[in-house]
């Protein structure tokens, strides 16, 4: 395991360069990529959500695209379209962006859902149809969306399918003055990004991927797993609770964040900071609570403290 931890570390600093002040936010965007799954990055313009990702993308050696999401973008301008080539009297596939290692869709939420819906088959089977033809995404594939959570005009709420195939969502949020002012220093002469290398490849990567599904997660600790995500589904407060997709969500991610800490175990608190991250997401507050103004956040953090660990007393 200490490969693994050491390597998944090794990124984190890396990108720490680039993305200053932000390595909690950093290590959750690492748990998600050790995880095989993909980001939602909901926060204003200017905080980094782009830097993140290609910082990310040269770190690990990996080919990147980014898809500037707007309303007349095509579901095809994102999957690639086949062209008749004369001379060949045949039809050949002209790849699109999503056909890399590490996509950008930026600003996703820009989109008509008709073009948004072109990245529901690549994000949850790893490969995508066109014209009827099944083609593989190359391996790694990860998705990180970005969303501007304040200006609605023009935009398109993503769906609930959508929304659930984010392995979990992250907000980056301004920086402290402290390390704003480091922001400033860094860029006097160049940007940061222009001088961080890669760290390791495709093939740790995948490395990685094995060692996370032999990291151990008792069967107590499975059963907190589910217990957790019922409570959103049962909640008075809640009209959509998260689906099963979220607790093997929360599986898979809490066995990378255990071998980010350098174990070959699970931990309940590894599970409990994670619960906001990978359910937020995928929980719809129903009308009264929208009035209150009452967030999932909220909610989830009621149900980490009333739903019992493994191990502990219930207090009579």
């Given amino acids: 395991m200490a490969d693994g931890h050491r390597a998944l570390r090794s990124v984190v600093d890396n990108v720490a360069h680039v993305l200053i002040g932000k390595r909690h936010e950093l290590e959750l965007a690492l748990v998600a990529l050790g995880s095989e799954g993909h980001i939602l990055i909901e926060d204003v313009p200017g905080v980094g959500k782009t830097m993140l990702a290609k910082a990310l993308a040269k770190s690990i050696g990996c080919s990147f695209r980014r898809i500037q999401f707007t309303p007349d973008l095509l579901p095809s301008d994102v999957t690639g379209v ?3 080539n004369q001379k060949t009297e045949e039809f050949e596939y002209r790849p699109g962006p999503v056909m890399a290692q ?5 600003e996703i939420n820009r989109a008509t859902p008709k073009t948004q819906s072109a990245l529901l088959e690549s994000m949850e089977e790893r490969h995508l149809t066109v014209d009827g033809v ?3 995404l190359p391996s790694p594939f990860m ?5 501007n959570p304040i200006e609605y005009e023009g935009t398109f ?3 609930e399918a959508q929304l659930d195939r984010f392995i979990m969502r992250i907000r980056l949020g301004y920086p402290g003055r402290d390390d704003e002012v480091l922001v400033l220093d860094s860029q006097v002469i ?8 890669q760290v390791i490849d495709s093939e740790d990567l995948h490395a990685i991927h094995d060692e996370v599904r032999q990291i151990r997660v008792d069967p107590v600790l499975r059963r907190y797993i589910v217990d957790l995500v019922a409570a959103t589904r049962n909640h008075p407060d809640v009209y959509l609770g998260a689906s099963p997709r979220g607790s093997l969500s929360l599986f898979r991610t809490a066995q990378a964040a ?3 800490s350098g174990r070959d175990y699970v931990i309940p608190d590894d599970i409990k900071a994670l619960v906001e991250p990978v359910l937020a997401h995928r929980v719809i507050m129903n009308p009264a609570a929208r009035v209150r103004n ?3 956040s909220s909610i989830l953090g009621e149900i980490v403290q009333s739903v019992p660990v493994p191990g502990t007393r219930v207090p009579a």
């Avoid at 998705?143 to 969303?147: P, S």
């Avoid at 160049?190 to 290398?197: F, K, L, Q, Y």
């Fill in 82 to 84: 086949s062209i008749f």
């Fill in 102 to 106: 590490i996509v950008l869709a930026d």
């Fill in 134 to 136: 099944t083609y593989p």
């Fill in 143 to 147: 998705v990180m969306a970005t969303q």
């Fill in 157 to 159: 709420p993503l769906p």
């Fill in 190 to 197: 160049s940007h940061p990004i222009e001088d961080i290398g």
């Fill in 258 to 260: 255990a071998l980010m």
């Fill in 294 to 296: 009452v967030q999932s």
